[in-house]
Each structure stands twice: as structure tokens, then as C-alpha cells.
């Protein structure tokens, strides 16, 4: 260097503007640099581009949304460590997504396995009791006598249900019955109930036979009695003679049922034996919304 010439070192940090580039993974890439005389550029964002680029292909998780069977597959998991082993009930849960039954503030918590309010002082009932109940259901006594495709394919026969609520327990038996056959005596509810099965309808082809009732649920629905299976959301002091007499020989009714002391509710199952005679049995305690009479 001449003298009077301050030493001229090749600056590195910071860069000016015209200096920093950023490329794209799929793009050309540039010229090495004894080609264009030019010093190399520097390319801070490129790595991060390229770490961004794997992060969505290689760990964003594929079909977990609420829509994904995946989720109703974990659901149907925890099921089974609660002891529910019926391969029909279990396969219901995977096939009817639970929530587009929840309003939308709730539906975060749709497969957890907690009761949720759907509105009028109602409630969803836990996915663990709902299954419990169905598999109370699917193995009682009278299907020994039934034909074995009734058994296998439809272990519900033509089913009644008091208490439709939102409509997600009818959509699950409707899977294990010929027919199902649903009263709810809240208008709005049941009017909610019709909504949500509608859409559901969309989801799922070869949509089950369910009949949705507005009435008492108290006096069931005589006009398409017998019964081979009646299931309760409710329960009161006493089983209502009602469903007694449209229960089927060999079918079986569960219900919560107020015990006599203590005010607390026993989930309890009557079976008429084919004679005709009636059995009751216990299965454990429960909480349900009370069982009321009339419309409204």
C-alpha cells in the first residue's frame, strides 16, 4: 500500500443492504464466487427458512383436528382401560364424532371424558357412563334366545330412549339398533337434537333409522312398542309403569333410579325373561339430571 493510505480489510459485520440476500431451497443456487468475482454474500435467513420448511413437513401433526378419527380412536383407547370391551359399542364411538353434538365454546373438551351442559339445565352425559350403559344393553339375557344376526349385527333390537338431549347418545345407539325410537320433552332440545343429527347425516352414509319424538318421556311411545331395550337420561324415585309394559319378553331396560335413603342414584337394570317375569339388578352409582313429567 501507498504511504498515507489507511489498511483497507474486507468488512464483514455489519453489511450494508445490498449485501445480505436470502435464497430459496428449490431455487437456482448462485454462482460460486471465483465465477462472478464477486465476495460471498452472506445469508442469514436461508437456515431458518429451511428449518421452517421441516417443521411443517416433518412435525406438525396430520390429521388431529377435531373432524380426525385419530382423536375418537384415543377416546375409544380410554374406553377400553374403563373397562368397556363390546366391539360394537367401541366401534359406535370411533364412527359418531361427539363434537358436533357441543356448542362450539365447549368443543375443545368434546372427547374428554367429562359431562358437558348443552343448555336448559341439560348435560351430555360422560362418553365412559354412556358406554357403560349400552354395554349393559348389549349383553342382556334376551339375545340368547334372538336370532344370531340380530345379536351380532343390531344387539340393541328396536331401541327407546327417554331423554334425547342433544342427540349424541340416539346417534351412537342408532348403530346398535334396527330402530331407535327418541323422545325429549324440552322443545328446544328437541328441536337441537334434530339439528345436530342432520348434520351428521352428511358425515355418515347409510345413516341409521332414528326417530326423534317431542313428548313425555315419562309415558314412553306406545304407538311402535314392544321394546327390546329402553335407556334412560333421567331417573327418578320409581321406574314408570309405562316402560315396564312396552319392555319386549327378553329385552331389558337401564335406568338411574333414586335410591330410598340418601337422595343418590343407582344405575339399575330390569330384564323381562322371556316367561315374562321381571328381574332387577344394580350397577353402580350415578348422577343424572332428575326425571320430570310433561312438555314445555
Known amino acids: 500500500m501507498s504511504a498515507g493510505q489507511p489498511d483497507r480489510k474486507p468488512r464483514r459485520f455489519p453489511l450494508q443492504l445490498d449485501q445480505v440476500a436470502t435464497v430459496k431451497s428449490s431455487g437456482p443456487k448462485p454462482a460460486p464466487v471465483a465465477q462472478t468475482g464477486a465476495r460471498e454474500l452472506l445469508r442469514p435467513q436461508a437456515h431458518l427458512q429451511q428449518i421452517e420448511q421441516d417443521r411443517r413437513r416433518h412435525t406438525t401433526p396430520q390429521g388431529v383436528g377435531m373432524d380426525s378419527i385419530h382423536v375418537r380412536r384415543r377416546m375409544v383407547e380410554r374406553l377400553m382401560l374403563d373397562g368397556i370391551s363390546h366391539q360394537h359399542v367401541l366401534d359406535a364411538f370411533v364412527r359418531v364424532p361427539r363434537h358436533l353434538f357441543v356448542d362450539t365454546a365447549l368443543v375443545n373438551q368434546a372427547y374428554e371424558d367429562t359431562s358437558l351442559p348443552i343448555g336448559l339445565g341439560q348435560t351430555i352425559s360422560k362418553p365412559s357412563v354412556v358406554a357403560a350403559m349400552m354395554q349393559l344393553l348389549c349383553v342382556r339375557p334376551g339375545l340368547q334366545v334372538q336370532a344370531e344376526v340380530t345379536v351380532t349385527h343390531k344387539p340393541l333390537g328396536q331401541c327407546l330412549e327417554i331423554g334425547s338431549g342433544c342427540g349424541y347418545q340416539a346417534a351412537l345407539l342408532g348403530h346398535l339398533s334396527r330402530r331407535v325410537v327418541s323422545i325429549e320433552r324440552l322443545r ?10 342432520d348434520t351428521l347425516r352428511q358425515h355418515l352414509p347409510e ?7 317431542y313428548g313425555d318421556g315419562m309415558i314412553g ?16 324415585a320409581a321406574l314408570p309403569q309405562a316402560w315396564i309394559d312396552q319392555l319386549a319378553p327378553g329385552g331389558r331396560l337401564v335406568a338411574p333410579l333414586e335410591e330410598a335413603r340418601g337422595g343418590t ?6 330384564d323381562r325373561l322371556p316367561d315374562g317375569s321381571l328381574q332387577h339388578s344394580r350397577a353402580g352409582a350415578v348422577l343424572f339430571v332428575p326425571l320430570k313429567s310433561g312438555t314445555t
Not at 328446544?188 to 343429527?197: F, G, I
Not at 345413516?207 to 319424538?213: A, F, I, M
Not at 342414584?265 to 330390569?270: D, G, K, N, W
Request: proline share 8%; glycine share 6%.
Open 188 to 197: 328446544d332440545l328437541h328441536l337441537k337434537a334434530r339439528a345436530n343429527l
Open 207 to 213: 345413516w341409521p333409522d332414528v326417530r326423534l319424538v
Open 221 to 236: 311411545h306406545a304407538p311402535l312398542a314392544p321394546y327390546d331395550t329402553i335407556i334412560a337420561a333421567a331417573g327418578g
Open 265 to 270: 342414584q343407582v344405575l339399575t337394570i330390569l
